[in-house]
């Protein structure tokens, strides 16, 4: 058998972290061995404690298997050692940014969305267009991307503590969490470990679910990322915090269908008001409308308003449409609680959808 050196670092559990292992053998063999060939593994290795050997592979082998499933498995304490100021890094970062502009917050979240639903939470969001290539942040769906210096920022003070660690996607990830926490919605651990992408594709943000869509392709749109209705639900509760222009809701307010001019489903007053912004041939650039009645605080009034016919796009009135979705869209509506419980669940699933391979040492172009 070769004799191959192994070196990883891997975070085990919450406390065991930083095991750098060096072992006999092709672990892959070692993963299908039975005891039998175990024993005759040790006994080749003519080691005089037969027991002490199998212990020691039997270790090895558990060690291999958590290695070779976790391989991009994510954990909270990831940067515990290699740069345990990551989250203040970003934290500051965040922060720091807010007391300029308080749109801040939505932008960061509205960005891990469209990070991991192309290609993964891979930071390919981030990347800028080249001279061949047309990146995401140029792709059509691009209108209300900003801040990208809010994680620009973070990365050079992490670069300066700790470099060539703490991937852009994570930052992504951290950063819409504090976004959250500081619109006053939930903290959560972020599970970190992500790798950074080296592709971004305009052409991609078309897999981006559109604010015309219907129910049923809001949920294939999920699904196809291991999302269920449950968390279509939660995660567009996101619209808690934020702008939309005139053109992502245009449908509803001028020329709905061939008898009606307006979708019936919205509030006729709040419809009235959302014309008079956005008038027929809008032309300022920056018309629109906030998400919600309180669009820098992280609340379920999001919920509430939907229910009132009081929402924005028809992919959240779209919400009311299957009776399983409308329950929860009640539920959250009245609770704040259940709302936040379930939307921390549904951002560490969403946030865990895997996708790069390399530590970006600058967020907006591949190492
Ligand atoms: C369910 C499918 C979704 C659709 C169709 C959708 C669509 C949109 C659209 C069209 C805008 C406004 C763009 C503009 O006109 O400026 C927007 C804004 C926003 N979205 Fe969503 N979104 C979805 C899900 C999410 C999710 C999962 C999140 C995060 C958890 C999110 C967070 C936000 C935020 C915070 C904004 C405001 C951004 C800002 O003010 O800068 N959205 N969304
Ligand atoms: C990326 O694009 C932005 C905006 O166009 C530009 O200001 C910045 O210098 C670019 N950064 C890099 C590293 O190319
Ligand atoms: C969005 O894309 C357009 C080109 O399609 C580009 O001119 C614009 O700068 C982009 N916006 C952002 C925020 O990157
Ligand atoms: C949603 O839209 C698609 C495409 O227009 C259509 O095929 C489908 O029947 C619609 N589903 C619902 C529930 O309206």
Redesign the pocket.
């Known amino acids: 058998m070769q004799i191959k050196t192994f070196h990883f670092m891997k975070n085990l559990n919450k406390n065991i972290s930083f095991l750098s292992y060096k072992y006999l053998g092709s672990s892959l063999i070692l993963l299908q061995s039975t005891p039998r060939k175990l024993r005759a593994f040790c006994a080749k290795l003519k080691m005089a404690a037969n027991n002490l050997c199998s212990l020691l592979v039997g270790t090895i082998l558990v060690i291999a298997a958590i290695h070779f499933n976790g391989i991009n498995a994510l954990s909270s304490n990831y940067y515990d050692q290699t740069c345990p100021m990551a989250e203040s890094a970003v934290t500051n970062a965040v922060k720091k940014a807010m007391l300029n502009d308080r749109t801040v917050p939505a932008a960061l979240l509205r960005m891990q969305f469209h990070d991991c639903f192309i290609r993964g939470c891979d930071g390919s969001v981030l990347l800028n267009s080249t001279t061949n290539n047309q990146a995401e ?4 769906p ?2 209300s ?2 801040a990208f210096y809010v994680i620009d920022n973070a990365k050079k003070a992490l670069e300066a503590m700790c470099p060539g660690t703490v991937s852009c996607a994570d930052i992504v990830a951290l950063a819409a969490r504090d976004a959250v926490v500081l619109s006053g919605g939930p903290n959560w651990a972020v599970p970190k470990g992500r790798k950074d992408g080296r592709v971004s594709k ?1 052409s991609e943000t078309r897999q981006l679910p559109a604010p015309t869509s219907n129910i049923s392709q809001l949920q294939q749109s999920f699904s196809q990322r291991g999302l269920s209705m449950e968390d279509l639900v939660a995660l567009s509760g996101g619209h808690t915090l934020g702008f939309a222009h005139c053109s992502s809701f245009q449908n509803r307010i001028h020329n709905f269908a061939t008898t009606q001019d307006v979708d019936p489903s919205l509030h006729q007053s709040f419809a009235t008001s959302l014309r008079s912004v956005c008038p027929m041939h809008n032309t300022v650039r920056q018309a629109g409308a906030n998400l919600d009645s309180t669009p820098t605080i992280f609340d379920n009034r999001y919920y509430k308003l939907l229910l009132e016919g009081k929402s924005i796009f028809t992919s959240d009135q779209a919400l009311l449409t299957n009776p399983t979705t409308k329950t929860l869209v009640e539920k959250f509506g009245n609770s704040r609680d259940e709302f936040e419980k379930a939307f921390v669940e549904s951002m560490i699933k969403m946030s865990s959808i895997g996708g790069g391979q390399e530590v970006r040492l600058n967020c907006r172009v591949v190492n």
Do not use: E, Q, S, V
């Open positions: 942040k140029d792709g059509p691009n209108i991307l900003h305009a």
